[in-house]
């Protein structure tokens, strides 16, 4: 009886435990959606502000032109006469009525019923979700899905126009995922394609995927709505089908970047005439096919949400012309699955929220050669979407279990009194190279728009100015003076320094970051936060303490060797403030790149005379931003500083850089140039995790794949040997532990 007691005892605290533990992960998934929520009316509150807040003639421009008081439906001519209309015949029928009511007021009820379609539409896609999905995915998708769509390009396009778009793709996702009733279904995607006639490809998919009768009622409905459009103004649907082939040539030129379509990438390529009609139609037609047989997979798949997305991309690439306010079909693409690995999962999400939320300039630098990929950029993500993604089918072993990253063993030399954030773990798996490419592109051009925006006017910026040089000469390093005047006079030494300046800021920290990439994946991932959380620090710097360089100090003398003489007596005499913010001083990230360049060399290089190398290019870079006035003394101070604190944070957030012997097959990184290079080691490892395997997490032949969390491998304990240092030997691993060598 006792033992029996003991028993129950023992059954009732691990019972109560684990009701403990549910209720704390239930309060903390209530309290993240609430704030995610809280951040889904900020974002309405915010748009609906941008809107309103533009002067009249300004603000809903599209929807002016259509009702205003001298718009084209109060015109007793027809909608087409101005070229400003470009909606359908029944677009027209269905917005005339609203004519009658007063312009104003239209605009305020008009962007808040738009916001309320997006929420609309964010539930409905948060609904629609593949299952079975985790209770936290169930209870945050909705406020995440709104939360993406309010700041998506083509949802800010739509409320600053006051276009329709948003309603069309509405009504398809209700038809395909809140109406159960197939006659029901066919009527909304019919009204879609009578709004935008593209659409009718919903009832092609329709039919693909075994609603023949949805797929009838949907042609059916799209037929009455045009014919009863074609009755009521007879003309006005002449011109539209006929004339301008269902709309094709109205509304802006068909080669401009705003339309997104394969017909205007094609004009812009320079073709025309029959040519580029013949062209355009048969691409459109094997996109078309292919796009249409991936969507009916995926819907045979189980996965409705995908195949919708899908199918709305293809009209994005088949459409003769596909504006951005059309576009939000891409953004639906989001929900695909790609990659066996778990550290691939984020690469085509993050692509597709990028795309659709960014403008193509911050994505791409501007280099000639890129503005083909710059300027087609959404059409190149809905083309990816329709016919070239691969991605995951639900039978797939890989859908619900990756092959999970590698992480570093914990270390205890951390800070323990500084509170870590959970999520933060050190991978030592190669990252995937496109995601970087994409995430260094994206912070270095939001970095660049905070350091231009981060102006002040000139007044501060010269007072700052005399502050620090009145500091230089009490500390008695006010050597700038005398460096610039000094090496203006000896014509090669000035070519030199001018150059240098201007060349090896960039140059210098990619090829260390690339070189590290191929080689020492680990060392890579500490590296590249240390320098992102430098930058993040000196931009904090920038805002805060606008300085002006000594070159733009009037009454010193200096000179300015790179960018020429500045006319002091002119306000505006910053002219280089246009391209970028002349008073983002301090701290100098010139000196501060090349100092972490400095230290990375000389931490991991194998050769004295590399890390000797490495150190050369602060010291030339300190030389180069003083004698050519661009930076005080002070400034290297300040870049040294936040250089300083990224190494720091880093070290804080993931321990350690050295990891311990056991990882090293891992990293693959004990020496630049060894033999156990990280890319053979991690392809290996990957490549016997990924046969056809009896559970998630075995090869084939029975061996362990990567394994994650705590016990991924033996971390770096204090006094434990180093297998990534830049004198060590990689140790060996025994056979049989699953591709660890």
């Known amino acids: 009886m ?13 019972h109560s435990v684990r009701g403990s533990a549910v209720a704390a ?11 995610l929520w809280l951040v889904v009316a900020a974002l309405a509150v915010r748009q609906a502000a941008v809107v309103l807040r533009q002067p009249p003639g300004e603000r809903l421009t599209d929807l ?46 008009w962007t808040f019923g738009s916001l309320l379609l997006v929420v609309a539409l964010g539930v409905v896609v948060a609904r629609a979700l593949p299952r079975p999905a985790s209770r936290r995915t169930v209870l945050l998708a909705a406020p995440v899905a709104i939360s993406l769509l309010m700041l998506s390009l083509p ?38 394609a009578a709004l935008q006639p593209v659409l009718l490809l919903f009832a092609a998919l329709l039919w693909l995927t075994g609603r023949r009768q949805a797929s009838l009622s949907a042609a059916a ?50 073709l025309e005439g029959p040519l580029e009609i013949v062209l355009f139609l048969v691409l459109a037609a094997a996109v078309a096919f292919f796009g249409l047989r991936r969507a009916a997979r995926y819907a045979q798949d189980g996965q409705l949400l995908l195949s919708v997305a899908v199918t709305g991309c293809v009209a994005v690439a088949v459409a003769p012309t596909a504006w951005q306010h059309q576009l939000l079909w891409v953004l639906l693409a989001v929900v695909g699955r790609v990659g066996k690995r778990a550290s691939d999962r984020l690469v085509w999400p993050a692509v597709v929220v990028l795309v659709v939320t960014l403008p193509g300039t911050m994505l791409l630098p501007n280099i000639e050669t890129l503005h083909p990929v710059r300027d087609n950029v959404l059409l190149l993500a809905a083309l990816g979407a329709a016919s070239l993604v691969p991605f995951l089918p639900r039978t797939s072993p890989y859908w619900q279990h990756p092959v999970p990253t590698d992480h570093a063993k914990p270390v205890a030399a951390r800070w323990r009194r500084v509170p870590l954030l959970p999520f933060w773990r050190r991978v ?36 700052h100015g005399r502050q620090i040089h009145a500091i230089e000469q009490w500390l008695h390093i006010d050597v700038e003076h005398w460096v610039n005047h000094t090496v203006v006079q000896i014509t090669w030494l000035r070519e030199f320094f001018d150059y240098y300046y201007s060349t090896f800021h960039f ?57 020429g003489v500045q006319d002091f007596a002119k306000p505006d005499y910053g002219t280089l403030t246009t391209v970028t913010n002349q008073y983002a001083a301090m701290p100098s990230l010139h000196f501060g790149w090349s100092l972490w360049c400095g230290v990375v060399v000389v931490m991991l290089a194998p050769k004295l005379w590399m890390k000797a190398l490495g150190l050369l290019h602060p010291l030339f870079t300190i030389a180069a931003i003083v004698a050519t006035a661009n930076h005080w003394v002070l400034d290297a101070a300040g870049g ?3 250089v300083a604190l990224g190494f720091g944070l880093t070290y804080v957030l993931s321990g350690p850089r050295k990891l311990a012997s056991g990882v090293a097959g891992v990293t693959g990184d004990t020496r630049v140039g060894g033999a156990t290079g990280g890319a053979e080691a991690t392809g290996e490892r990957e490549a016997a995790a990924e046969p056809v395997r009896s559970r998630p997490g075995k090869s084939s032949t029975g061996e362990r794949g990567p394994r994650s969390g705590p016990d991924a491998g033996p971390g770096a304990e204090p006094g434990s040997p180093a297998g990534s240092g830049p004198n060590s030997e990689p140790q060996p691993v025994p056979a049989g532990k699953g591709g660890d060598t």
């Open 2 to 14: 006792g033992r029996r007691e003991g028993r129950r005892s023992v059954t009732n605290a691990d």
């Open 25 to 35: 992960a239930g309060a903390r998934d209530g309290l993240i959606r609430a704030v």
């Open 64 to 109: 002016d032109t259509w009702i205003g008081e001298n718009g084209v439906l109060h015109a007793t001519g027809s909608l087409y006469d101005t070229g400003r209309f470009t909606g359908t015949p029944f677009a027209g029928l269905v917005l005339k009525p609203l004519t009658a009511t007063a312009q104003q007021a239209l605009g305020v009820v």
């Open 155 to 192: 949802v800010r396009n739509a409320l600053h126009l006051g276009q329709i778009s948003i309603l069309p793709v509405l009504l398809v996702l209700l038809a395909a995922f809140a109406v159960r009733e197939h006659r029901a279904a066919g009527v909304l995607v019919g009204l879609a």
């Open 221 to 270: 409905t799209f037929a009455l709505a045009t014919a009863a459009a074609w009755a009521v103004a007879p003309k006005d649907s002449w011109t539209y089908w006929v004339h301008h082939l269902a709309g094709a040539g109205l509304g802006e030129r068909p080669d401009s970047l705003a339309n997104q379509s394969l017909h205007g990438v094609l004009l812009r390529f320079g």
């Open 428 to 463: 030592v798996t190669r990252p995937n190279l496109l995601l970087e490419l994409v995430l260094i592109r994206v912070v270095y051009d939001a970095y660049a728009q905070v350091r231009l925006a981060a102006r002040a006017g000139r007044p501060t910026a010269e007072e």
């Open 507 to 563: 140059i210098v920290p990619l090829t260390i970051l690339g070189v590290l990439y191929v080689r020492r994946p680990a060392d890579y991932r500490w590296v590249r936060s240390s320098i992102g959380f430098a930058t993040l620090l000196a931009l904090v710097g920038f805002w805060l303490y606008p300085l002006a360089p000594p070159r733009l100090m009037p009454g010193l003398g200096f000179i300015d060797t790179v960018h």
């Open 640 to 642: 040294a500083l936040v």
